[in-house]
């Protein structure tokens, strides 16, 4: 038991060690854009060797700039060509294809960081010229496919078949069928789609027509990052079935249907992902229809991206079902013989210096899954266990002689004491002694071995934990501090808000105190004014009679009676304007106390301050028109020389009398 064990464990050594080269991961920085907006950009990306990528954080003036350091299984800039990235990264997956494994091959990145042209590259030409310099993987993979088919003819039937989809907003379309919307179906762990359109394809002009197809039914829409923006994820399905012919010397053209066993036929899947890129709604500026696209292509995103940390991590559950696009890749994920071949697509610029970070992290995250799945062949455990096994092999080998030697014996034993029939029992009971013994001893060193284990665990369980309460006690200690510290500047803000408050209303009261000593004196000036007038009216009627009682009409002649009327027609002009005057004083001081009310009415009364504020604006208008009113009404006390009168008799002039006596 114990030597097959120790083989099984050596198989699973080799099995992962096989398994190493299962996940690759490429990076790719395109070059940089002739438009102003990258023109002028300093490079943040830059490739270190063919394995290691360099990206430069953009740093403030006066600040050193900070450095992030990647390593990934190739590192691709702008002067490795599509036909560079194909040889060196993605053959290998072609190779597994025909080889009878499942391929996926996906490019990520931000938009507008060059995943399609990886993919796809530029189309152009004729069908007979499909494949340019600038082809990318699509074209160039299928190219090798149908090499291989036509070197296989005589031996094995090769049948490709095509097709290709879209993930638009969350919806599975068939791109071959006019965007026909398609049903998941999961079968024993397998994503099926019935009524997906496939096409068999034995030429690049029929690929080169359907790819027309495909790519003017696609999603594409300009932002202000990309042009050409993808707005979905388009998935391209290349089934390959290779079976092997009956005959290889006969004709293929010739060949019938021959009863070929099913388990002789090789099927294998070669996907090629183009990911829509994460986008920033505020660099890309998109509204609207393409806002809600941004929405689900972030999310959808994010969802690979839970999946791929549920993997790193080993979590129980891995969230396949959050997309379409993470339930379209399960099998790419799970299956153990499947091979994965991420391109992480990046912006050399420094102003997507964020975007492009993130990528790389996520791809470090998928290239970690095969550190945390493989485990590499140690030499000195690989010694150890031959050395055991030729141990093992030795004591099974002592074994087996003690027990021909021991049957031999007991043989012997048998023969001389055949008169003792409980000779046999006695050894066969030591026997069942000393392997019970041998039970026992074996148990304990088992369950002495155990409760190290869990002595060794426990203690780093609890150093573990110890650790990360210390650390949490700091992290308290100094979230009490800023806390007594904020309650500290809270305080003194207070304190300086109730004393800001104090002196507006001692402020305040001041100007109350002013304002009602201005009224006072305004009522005084305003009961003197009265009383001097009443004064020069008492005055004038006492003059008047007494220049009646002493008027003689016949002495006064016609000039004497002009001087009088010119006399009393200025003290009717100096009162009328006296009068007009106040009634002016008395309207403009009634409009400023109306204008003060209504703004202090409209203005909102949030808190005491504002209150505070407007009665201060209010005695601060009142104190200046209260000095002008005093400063106009002495004016007009001065200017009026004669008061007005009750009733004022005319004058007789000679050889008649007054009107009304």
């Not at 009863?259 to 294998?268: D, E, W």
Request: proline share 3%.
């Amino acid at each position: 038991v114990s030597t097959q064990s120790t083989w099984e464990q050596l198989l699973d050594s080799r099995r992962d060690v096989m398994a190493e080269k299962r996940i690759r991961v490429a990076c790719r920085t395109r070059p940089r854009l002739q438009k102003a907006a990258e023109r002028y950009e300093a490079e943040c990306c830059r490739k270190s060797d063919e394995s290691t990528l360099v990206i430069t954080q953009p740093a403030e003036e006066g600040e050193k700039p900070k450095q992030h350091v990647f390593s990934f299984d190739h590192v691709f800039d702008e002067t490795d060509s599509q036909r560079d990235i194909y040889n060196d990264a993605a053959m290998d997956m072609i190779d597994s294809c025909l080889d009878g494994f499942n391929a996926t091959i996906l490019a990520y990145g931000q938009t507008g960081s060059g995943k399609t042209f990886t993919v796809l590259g530029e189309v152009q030409g004729t069908a007979a010229t499909v494949v340019t310099p600038q082809s990318g993987l699509f074209l160039r993979s299928l190219t090798d496919l149908f090499n291989y088919k036509d070197r296989s003819r005589r031996t094995l039937d090769v049948q490709i078949n095509l097709s290709i989809l879209e993930i638009y907003v969350d919806e599975v379309r068939d791109l071959l069928n006019k965007k026909q919307k398609l049903t998941l179906r999961e079968v024993d762990d397998e994503v099926h789609m019935p009524n997906l359109t496939t096409f068999e394809v034995d030429s690049l002009s029929a690929v080169y027509n359907f790819y027309k197809i495909a790519n003017a039914e696609r999603s594409v829409s300009q932002t202000d990052m990309n042009d050409q923006s993808s707005r979905s994820h388009a998935v391209f399905f290349v089934d390959v079935s290779q079976t092997p012919r009956a005959n290889p010397d006969a004709n293929p053209l010739a060949q019938g249907d021959q009863s070929t066993s099913p388990m002789q036929v090789k099927k294998s899947r070669l996907c090629l992902v183009d990911l829509a890129g994460s986008e920033r709604v505020k660099r890309s500026g998109v509204e609207g229809k393409a806002m809600t696209e941004a929405q689900a292509i972030n999310k959808s995103l994010s969802a690979l991206g839970n999946v791929v940390n549920g993997l790193y991590l080993e979590s129980k559950h891995v969230p396949y079902r959050d997309s379409k696009l993470t339930r379209l890749l399960r099998s790419s994920f799970v299956d153990p013989a499947s091979k994965i071949l991420l391109i992480t697509n990046l912006s050399p610029t420094g102003a997507s210096f964020g975007e492009s970070l993130s990528s790389l992290r996520f791809a470090d995250r998928v290239k970690g899954l095969k550190a945390g799945a493989v485990a590499m062949l140690d030499p000195a455990a690989e010694q150890e266990y031959l050395s055991k096994l030729k141990l093992c092999e030795e004591l099974a080998c002592d074994l087996r002689i003690a027990a021909v030697s021991c049957d031999y014996r007991i043989h012997m034993a048998t023969r001389r004491n055949r008169g003792q029939p409980n000779y046999i029992k006695t050894c066969i009971s030591e026997y069942q002694k000393k392997v019970a013994a041998d039970e026992a001893e074996k148990k304990s060193k088992e369950e002495s071995e155990l409760q190290d284990m869990i002595k060794t665990g426990t203690l780093e369980v609890i150093n573990a934990w110890r650790k990360k309460n210390e650390d949490m006690k700091q992290q308290l200690a100094d979230a009490c501090e800023e806390n007594e510290r904020c309650q500290a500047a809270l305080a003194t803000c207070q304190s300086d808000k109730e004393k800001a408050i104090e002196d507006k209303m001692n402020e305040a009261r001041r100007k109350k105190k002013d304002r009602r000593n201005a009224e006072e004196k305004i009522d005084k000036i305003k009961l003197a004014l009265e009383k001097a007038g009443t004064d020069a009216v008492q005055a004038e009627e006492a003059l008047r009679t007494k220049e009646s009682e002493n008027f003689d009409p016949e002495e006064f002649d016609q000039e004497g009676w002009a001087k009088l009327n010119e006399k009393w027609r200025r003290q009717d002009e100096c009162v009328q304007r006296a009068e007009h005057f106040i009634k002016l004083l008395k309207d403009y001081r009634k409009s400023q106390f109306d204008w003060l009310q209504r703004k202090v009415e409209m203005q909102p009364k949030v808190n005491r301050i504002n209150s505070f504020k407007y009665e201060v604006s209010y005695n601060e208008v009142a104190e200046v028109v209260t000095d002008v009113l005093d400063f106009m009404i002495g004016a007009a006390v001065c200017k009026v020389r004669a008061p007005k009168f009750a009733s004022k008799p005319s004058p007789q002039k000679p050889g008649g009398r007054a009107s009304g006596g």
